[in-house]
Each structure stands twice: as structure tokens, then as C-alpha cells.
């Protein structure tokens, strides 16, 4: 979820929750993280969404973010085990960076993946994160190791200044293809401002804004009037594997594009279709809103 | 709380949750870090913990666990928010590390920190972390910025290697020494593997081992008869600022001690006493046990 104002995410954790395991195989564990400014809290539990402790916290209590990246795991590399668990966080500049992926990227598997084509050994692949700099992984995911990977090219590219919005979009699509070329990699990424979304393969979104309606779930019966949880100027853009909601238009986004939403505004996309204009309004106060 | 096999700390925790706000004035925040094998996940809350829906979770849910850290926070330097909610987490060696501080260190204190005394300027306390290279404080504690500090401190001194236990002692011990000198350095740090402690001014311990007692809480009127949780191999050390029970042997650590645990036993000690022998027998197979 991305928007521009803090929203709390309980409706659509709702249904999300149900496909760790209830409605969907995807029981290998599952977390959320929520960004408050700078600030990132991170929910983790191996055990399946749809009867974990930690969700039925997540689902009712209300906290509020511009950012927020959930994931639900079915294992295929890695054990089911705590460290195998996404999102993943890493700090980089002074900000933290959140990181959940779906797919399978060869090369990125640590030392007994059976198919390293990005690191031509598996010596080689040890050599990528082993030189005691910059982020390493801690479990034995591809996943985790291609988000350590991304941040070590960022820092490489770009010392010790961030780069700007567009920049950094256009850095991170000339990584996302190459690592995209070699396997499935549709990933959520956030450092609190931007969240950018990969379709390899499957991923939606839907923007809500004024005039709001009621949303009603796919995956359980339950509905809510958004109209009656939200401002005029509140924008709240969800992005998921398949869609959340069987009565809202989501847009499916093309394989292989990569794309940017900020203030709940998908403001920036490549490579298949021009970028929406930026919206024009600043985002509103700081009031509840829901998604 | 560090021990010999994966123990919940459910009771420990009803005690500590009572002083962030109804007991103590603790009442800006607090958080708990469980290690789970070399996994850990981080339990954040700006709420003072006495309310917190999170802290209820905590008191509810026996995650079990051989290093746990909590804090709960009185708000010195750096406002109440997210980003400053202790313990905070960063990844070096491919494992994560977790620290809380209970105090104040000048010098670590971000730009707009009155007593700089450890960097001579605030613009060379900003030139200590922006240089895009390893961790940096995302918050604008000197508790976070103290802790980065120490993690390139390490890094620089080792390189690609994670030193072995002693060595890290020693250089910790070295690292204590210089931050100690100017603030108030009370501070509890882990890797998953060891606690390390840090007695400024006021940090107290206890280490439950067979025959097992009935502890009775000093902030609530709570008692649990640990002989019925626990099995006789089971060893279990549990640091706080002030003893968390009423009626067992807690060991007042002496100011500007530093105590390493391994497995429930307070291994080394620097620099006033000689360390106690290591405990002879190796850690249980994983069964339930509680603190």
C-alpha cells in the first residue's frame, strides 16, 4: 500500500490474511511492515497468516502509514524459518529499506542453489556478499540475497549521496532487468517515501480516491464503505499479486514492467507505457483513513 | 534474558510491561527483540507498553527464545517517535544485531546536540556516518548513532572476519571504555549467539537453574512456579535495570562492568572480577521453558 495519508491497512489485511494458508498455499510464514516517517516496524511469523497471533494483532489494530509491504511465503528456497522470512529490512543512507519478493531468481540462491547463472560458482556467489561491506544475507533465500545485492549496487553507483526519485527509478530498472532476465522476480520495494512494484509475471493495483465506494473482499465476506473511513483528498493505492476486492477495477500491470507509486500516485513507469502525470494536489493532513 | 534453550519470557515480560507508564515513568515507547536461531524479529511501539496492544501480544503469545532484548523508554535526547523506539536492529557478518541503551552519550548525539564531546563539532559527528558506508542512525537518538558507531568500529577492526567470542569481548570492552567515559552507557547487545552487558550505573542479574523456584513479580502480584516449566538442564540469566522479582538472589552488577552471557551463564566479565568458570554441561535439546 502507498498513499498520502497515513492509512491504517486492516480491511485489506483482511483478505490478504485468509491466503496464508485458508484460501491460498502460501503458509510458509508471512509479515507486514509498516512505515511511520522514517520509522519501520516489522511484524514477522513463520507460522501461516490465516492463524497466527501476530495477524489477528496486524488485523485489528489500526496503524496508520503512507507505506506499508506484507507478504505471504509459500517456501521454495530457504527452510521455513524466521530468517526466511519476508519483508526484509536493511538500513542504507540513513533510511530503511523494506523488501518482499515472489518468484525464483537463480544465481542469487546461496552456496547450494542448484542454478547460480548471475555468479558463475558458488564460490562466486559467496564472494558477492563475504567481503564483511554492505549488506549480506542473513537466511538462505534468493530473496534476501537480491535485495542485498541491490542495495550493495546502489551504494556502489552512488557513494554516500542518495540519488534523487528519478534516478534512483532508473537505476533500479536497469537492475531489475537484469536480474529479471534470469528468473521470476516480482518484488515490493520501500524506503518510506516511494514504494516501487516489479511485475515479472502477476501483479495489480488499484487506486482509491474520491468519489470513495464500498470495497468488498474476494477472499471473505466483507465489505466496507470507504466513504465513511476517508477524506476528499485521501489517495490510497494497493498493489497485489491478484487483486484483493472483486468489485473494484484493478489494473493489471505488464510483465516485465517496473513501476513507482508515491502519495498514492503510480507516478513513474517503465518500460512499456508513458508515465501518468503527476497528480496535482499536495497531500492532505495527517487524518485516519483506511484501505 | 539469555539461556540455554528457547524459553518464553511471558512472565518476565508482565513485570517489565508494568514500568513503561504504570509503575515506572518509562512511558515513551518501548520494544522487544526476540532471536529465533540466527533469525530475529523486533516488536516496536511508540505507546507506552503498560497499554500497548502490542505489549499485550508480547504478554500473550510465548515466542520462545534464547536472547531476548527489551526497552522501554524515557525519552532524553530524540522526540517520541518510530524511529527511535529501542532496541533498534542492523545487519553485520551476515547476522543481525541487536542493541538497547538505558543513559546518555554526548557526542553521540545527532546535529542539533548540545555537548558534542566525543566528535568536536557537530559536522565532524555528521562526517562519523555520511559517508555511505556501513550502518547509520536513522533516528536522531544517541542511543542509535552510539550503536552504529560500535558496528564500524567492528567492522573496521575486523574486516570480513567476525572475530571469535573473547576477541569480541575484549574489543567491546575497549570500545565501552571510550563511550563510557563521557555518558552514561548502560546497554544490552546480541548477536543471537551472546549477550553482552554493559553496567554504567545500574544494571542487575539472575540466573534460574535447577532445583527451580516460585518467583514472585515486584511490579505486579504475579508468581509462576518455574520447577513446572522447566527441566532440570535448563539455565536461564535475566538483566535488568532493577530486579524484575522480589524474592530470588538478583546480582547488582558493579558500575563500568562489562558481562558476557552464553547459554544462561555469565561467561567473562571485565574489568573487576574474574570471570566465573563456564558451565560444564552443553544446552538441552529445545524444549519449553519460561522467564
Known amino acids: 500500500m502507498n498513499c498520502n495519508t497515513p492509512t491504517d491497512i486492516c480491511f485489506s489485511f483482511a483478505g490478504f490474511q485468509q491466503r496464508g494458508g485458508a484460501t491460498s498455499v502460501h503458509a510458509d ?3 507486514i511492515a509498516f512505515f511511520e516517517g522514517v520509522g519501520a516496524r516489522v511484524f514477522l511469523d513463520p507460522q501461516p497468516s490465516f492463524r497466527s497471533p501476530v495477524a489477528e494483532l496486524v488485523r485489528n489494530y489500526p496503524i496508520r502509514s503512507k507505506n506499508v509491504i506484507a507478504h505471504i511465503r509459500k517456501a521454495t528456497h530457504g527452510r521455513i524459518a524466521l530468517e526466511n522470512t519476508h519483508p526484509f529490512m536493511r538500513e542504507l543512507w540513513g533510511r530503511y529499506w523494506i523488501f518482499a519478493h515472489n518468484g525464483a531468481v537463480p544465481g542469487f540462491g546461496q552456496v ?3 542454478a547460480p547463472a ?4 558458488t564460490e562466486a556467489a559467496a564472494q558477492v556478499f ?4 554492505g549488506p549480506q544475507p542473513v537466511g538462505d533465500t534468493d530473496s534476501e540475497a537480491v535485495f542485498c545485492w541491490l542495495l550493495r549496487q546502489l551504494r556502489q553507483r552512488f557513494g554516500a549521496t542518495p540519488p534523487a526519485r528519478d534516478e534512483l527509478f532508473s537505476t533500479l530498472h536497469e537492475l531489475t532487468l537484469k536480474v529479471g532476465a534470469s528468473g521470476e522476480f516480482n518484488y515490493l520495494l520501500s524506503n518510506g517515501d516511494w514504494l516501487f512494484a516489479h511485475c515479472s509475471r502477476k501483479l495489480a493495483f488499484v487506486v482509491r480516491k474520491a468519489p470513495f465506494a464500498v470495497a ?7 465489505s466496507v464503505d470507504f466513504a465513511e473511513l476517508t477524506t476528499p483528498s485521501d489517495r490510497v493505492a494497493v498493489i497485489a499479486t ?3 476486492t472483486d468489485n473494484e477495477e484493478w489494473t493489471t500491470m505488464p510483465p516485465g514492467s517496473l513501476w513507482l507509486f508515491e502519495e498514492g ?3 513513474a513507469q517503465a518500460p512499456t507505457v508513458p ?3 503527476r497528480k496535482e494536489e499536495t497531500g492532505s493532513a495527517a487524518v485516519a483513513s483506511a484501505a
Chains 1, 2 share one sequence.
Open 118 to 121: 548471475f555468479c558463475a560458482t
Open 29 to 31: 510464514g508471512w509479515g
Open 265 to 267: 500516485v503510480p507516478v
Open 275 to 277: 508515465a501518468p502525470p
Open 130 to 133: 563475504n567481503d564483511g561491506s
Open 216 to 222: 468488498h473482499l474476494a477472499d471473505e465476506d466483507v
Open 112 to 114: 547450494n542453489h542448484d
Open 242 to 244: 491478484t487483486p484483493l
